[in-house]
């Protein structure tokens, strides 16, 4: 079974940087992805970005255009863990950052289909 675990969250002043980790085990899938998402209170749930094992030739990373500027989801395959870089932190970032994975079909394309999830971690941006 995969599980997922997100780390790095936490109060951070508005200009201010954090880098979330998405730990991953239990794939059975050759090729997998791992994405970001994010749900602000009285919000709908965001994906703000996403990220093969195998990213470039599949069309991956991908980024929310609203954060394309300021967030860089990287992967080391060798920890089976998704960063997610975030600079230039705004209050509009607050929220619950949850990282969710699927494995990819064949001659299917990454970052559709998402099969786990992990409990989140909370980001809070003061002005």
């Known amino acids: 079974e995969v599980q997922l675990k997100e780390s790095g969250g936490g109060l951070v002043q508005a200009g201010g940087s954090l880098r979330l980790s998405c730990a991953a085990s239990g794939f059975t899938s050759d090729d997998y992805f791992i994405g970001w998402f994010r749900q602000a209170p009285g919000k709908e749930r965001e994906e703000v970005s996403c990220?093969?094992?195998?990213?470039?030739?599949?069309?991956?990373?991908i980024y929310a255009d609203s954060v394309k500027d300021r967030f860089t989801i990287s992967m080391d395959n060798g920890k089976n863990t998704v960063y997610l870089q975030i600079n230039s932190l705004k209050p509009s970032d607050t929220a619950v950052y949850y990282c969710a994975a699927g494995g990819i079909p064949p001659r299917g394309l990454p970052c559709y289909d998402f099969d786990y999830w992990g409990q989140g971690t909370q980001v809070t941006v003061s002005s």
């Open positions: 990220i093969s094992n195998n990213p470039g030739s599949d069309g991956s990373p």
